[in-house]
């Protein structure tokens, strides 16, 4: 089993930023990849962005192409998300996840999940 728990998260006027972090405990050495996830009150859970655990590219949502960034410290089984320029439609719960699968942008894929971290948006 892996466990996530995520931090960070808050309220944030439009145009500012907020860093979400995401700490895993467990059978970390099975992660093969990581992501973020978020999910709008009446909304479906949508993808963020992904990275694998050891090499390869990121993925983002077209929605969040140039404002957000995702990283990793392997050796602190740590991922953030960098999150700038943010705009009332990314007020959400934000997600962390994990998968010993293939890197995927979808949710099925992702075995484990943290509890959620809110982010509020003001106009």
């Known amino acids: 089993q892996v466990q996530l728990v995520e931090s960070g998260g808050g309220l944030v006027q439009a145009g500012g930023s907020l860093r979400l972090s995401c700490e895993a405990s467990g059978r970390t050495f099975s992660i093969s990849a990581m992501a973020w996830f978020r999910q709008a009150p009446g909304k479906e859970r949508e993808f963020v962005a992904a990275?694998?655990?050891?090499?390869?590219?990121?993925y983002y949502a077209d929605s969040v192409k140039g404002r957000f960034g995702i990283s990793k410290i392997s050796a602190k089984n740590a991922m953030y998300l960098q999150s700038d320029s943010l705009r009332p439609e990314d007020t959400a719960v934000y997600y962390c996840?994990?998968?010993?699968?293939?890197?995927?942008?979808?949710?099925?894929?992702?075995?484990?999940w943290g509890q959620g971290t809110q982010v509020t948006v003001s106009s």
């Open positions: 990275i694998p655990w050891n090499f390869g590219r990121p």
């Open positions: 996840a994990a998968t010993n699968q293939r890197i995927s942008t979808t949710a099925a894929t992702y075995d484990y």
